[in-house]
């Protein structure tokens, strides 16, 4: 018995020691892309898209996972294993597409700052530069452990949607029967909401950004097992916030089922339950949407400097990694600048950095299940069958909706 409990102080330790990527990746997951994309899906379909949840919860287990084993195990970037094991030519196309989808969601989540705070009446012009400095300020000034620190405590703040659930008094029994309820359509809407609610929740900007994490944080095949419960307790906690938005969404708009314009309006929806729920999830969106816009730039810097062989890392200087901080700072410039446009269109800019998300994802997936798989990178850490099945099938079943969206699109002009 003495050795049991030596034993589980021993992981209790290293897991806190190793906490922080993989939750962190997961939780903001959650950005104000996803926060609109769930909202909209409750108040337009009710309880029907909660059965997709757990079949998005597994994939995201799963090519998280992958994520952090291969940085683990290769103590390399996701873009530096494509460059060496496929070549700069292929590294640089996906690159580039990389940068145009992750540039979307940059711009989203200053959307998401100015749609938040416009809430409680601060104007774009002033909420969204201040937030580009904030967020500037934190990664050039900062160090990885000063900057993990900080996200981990804005990691809790989502607990204020799990409240404003509860708050709205939905029909439990009802969310419950279509959790495990499947329903497809061939609605050309419905369809876009399932490939938005993929792409939002298994982000390709996710893997590249995990993955440099964990070798940025020095996780080593020692720390796996603890690294890989991390992993998967943030997996969890992004579709339990997930499902408490749809819930409380369609609990709002139950009455009447509707196209909401942003997720503000999914928060001035719930007035009628309360004050406090009002406020709580117009917080929790600006807690999500600053979180992002500094994990989003950090993710796409990590990649391209990686991918094309340039110094990266918080914990560099300026000087020693140039090129990753210049990149860092003109996505944040070009992702806030093109927000306060006016007339700039808010709502569709966020709904279309979730379907680009969904529409690259299997290009990505499709690299690492190929790296992972190579016995001389990953050695005894090679895939088991049952993760090939799921990636794979993730791939094929977000194929399969791209398709069955760009059919719809054709049929109807």
């Excluded at 309880?47 to 079949?55: A, D, R, S």
């Excluded at 084993?69 to 196309?93: H, N, P, Q, Y």
């Excluded at 990266?312 to 990753?324: C, H, L, Q, R």
């Amino acid at each position: 018995m003495p050795g049991f409990f030596a034993r589980l102080k021993r992981h209790f330790f290293i897991f806190f020691a190793v906490l922080g990527p993989g939750f962190i990746t997961a939780v903001v997951d959650n950005d104000s892309g996803g926060i609109y994309t769930y909202s909209q899906a409750g108040a337009r379909w009710g309880y029907l898209p909660l059965w997709t949840l757990l079949p998005i919860t597994i994939a995201l287990i799963v090519t998280q996972e992958m994520c952090s084993r291969m940085g683990a195990v290769t103590g390399k970037g996701l873009s530096d294993l494509i460059r060496e094991e496929f070549g700069l030519r292929i590294t640089f196309g996906i690159m580039l597409l990389l940068i145009l989808a992750n540039l979307t969601n940059i711009a989203a989540e200053f959307a998401g700052v100015a749609t938040s705070l416009d809430l409680f009446g601060v104007s774009k012009y002033i909420s969204v530069p201040l937030a580009a400095i904030l967020v500037w300020f934190l990664a050039v000034k900062g160090n990885y452990a000063s900057v993990e620190k900080i996200f981990l405590f804005a990691c809790v703040i989502y607990l204020t949607y799990i409240i404003a659930g509860f708050m709205v008094k939905p029909d439990w029994k009802e969310a419950a029967i279509y959790s495990v309820s499947p329903k497809l359509m061939l609605d050309k809407g419905y369809i876009t909401m399932l490939i938005a609610m993929v792409g939002t929740t298994i982000a390709p900007w996710m893997q590249f950004y995990l993955q440099s994490a964990v070798v940025e944080k020095g996780i080593t095949p020692k720390e796996y097992r603890e690294s890989r419960i991390e992993v998967i307790v943030g997996c969890i906690m992004t579709s339990v916030i997930a499902f408490f938005i749809i819930v409380a969404c369609a609990g709002a708009y139950r009455d009447k089922p509707t196209d909401i314009q942003s997720a503000s309006d999914a928060a001035l929806a719930l007035k009628p339950f309360g004050e406090y729920a009002f406020r709580l999830f117009s917080a929790g969106l600006l807690n999500a949407s600053i979180f992002a816009a500094c994990i989003l730039p950090l993710s796409t810097a990590y990649s391209v400097c990686e991918g094309l062989g340039f110094e990266s890392g918080v914990n560099k200087t300026w000087s020693e990694a140039p090129i990753f901080y210049w990149l860092y700072t003109l996505l944040i410039v070009v992702g806030a600048g093109v927000v306060i446009l006016p007339r700039f269109p808010l709502v569709q800019m966020i709904l279309l950095s979730q379907v680009l998300n969904g529409m690259l994802l299997p290009f990505i997936l499709i690299f690492m299940i190929l790296l992972i798989n190579k016995q001389a990178l990953m050695k005894e850490w090679i895939n088991p069958r049952a993760y090939n099945v799921v990636a794979w099938v993730t791939v094929v079943v977000v194929i399969g909706m791209t398709l069955a969206l760009t059919g719809i699109s054709l049929r109807e002009t």
